[in-house]
């Protein structure tokens, strides 16, 4: 069974798309990249969809998720609000499949829910960025100030930024620039995203992530511009119990440019997990 919902969770208007499996007792939930939405995991989406029950999620502002300036877009908050919604779907314990900012908050899921999040996928996650610098944070308060977000991203151009995290520019379609372009076509996402320039708190630092004791299956790009595969070795070295595959003629978008490799990865890390656990269960 498939649908997709709109839902509030924490005072804003949560989008999410669940695929019902079955028969299958595992749950994945995708959480996408900046500026972006579930859109970007299109590809992958009717793979995973064979084997596990899928729920991927528009994190707030972006996609169909709300954008008020009400809520609280930090990492955390998103992490917690990620948490609530599959509590309130019944799904206390789940995998957690984050690409690029979805990552990141992948990572605040397995520190502070590890007894939700029981596993952790990272597509090219962000990693180690730091607050966003003093001035910038009290520039947000300045009215209009939405309005030079919205410039600044428009500058550059919805498709010059696909070229930048695709390695193959031949895949760059109609499909691909409109599904890219949407968010640009509504005022409300630049004033939450000057809200989220205020509230985000940067990425978890080598401390907190050495704290992560959940398996994490790391898949990078080998040409990521975005996120380069130097991020990817850091955190291998900080999440204790990690392993990294890096994908040949790949840019930052994996789920775009090799979903078949990507669920075949997904695939492979949930049968040596459950394998795992089903040993050290018998060994109790």
Not at 148 to 177: C, P, T, W
Request: charged share 25%; net charge negative; glycine share 6%.
């Amino acid at each position: 069974m498939e649908f997709s919902r709109n839902k509030t969770v924490r005072g804003i208007d949560l989008y999410y798309e669940h695929y019902q499996h079955p028969e299958a007792e595992e749950t994945l939930v995708l959480l996408h990249g900046f500026l972006s939405s579930t859109f970007s995991f299109r590809h992958l989406i009717p793979l995973l969809k064979e084997d596990y029950n899928v729920i991927s999620v528009d994190l707030p502002p972006f996609g169909k998720s709300g954008k008020v300036s009400s809520f609280k877009y930090s990492y955390h908050n998103l992490a917690t609000t990620v948490v609530e919604l599959m509590k309130s779907l019944g799904i206390p314990t789940f995998t957690v499949v984050g690409h690029s900012m979805g990552g990141q908050i992948a990572l605040n899921i397995l520190l502070h829910y590890p007894e939700n999040a029981k596993k952790g996928i990272l597509l090219c996650s962000s990693g180690y960025l730091k607050r966003a610098k003093l001035p910038l944070v009290l520039s947000s308060y300045i009215p209009y100030f939405h309005l030079y977000v919205k410039f600044h991203l428009a500058r550059s151009g919805v498709k010059q930024n696909l070229q930048n995290v695709v390695y193959d520019h031949s895949m760059i379609n109609d499909e691909m620039l409109y599904g890219y372009l949407t968010p640009f076509l509504e005022d409300d996402i630049f004033k939450a995203l000057t809200m989220m320039i205020r509230h985000r708190e940067g990425d978890l630092t080598s401390e907190e992530l050495k704290k992560i004791e959940s398996p994490c299956l790391m898949i990078w790009g080998e040409h990521d511009k975005v996120v380069p595969v130097s991020i990817g070795r850091r955190l291998k070295k900080d999440l204790r119990n990690s392993e990294l595959i890096i994908l040949k003629e790949t840019g930052h978008l994996v789920p775009e440019e090799k979903p078949e490799e990507v669920h075949q990865l997904i695939n492979s890390f949930m049968a040596e997990e459950a394998i795992t656990e089903a040993t050290a269960n018998g060994s109790r």
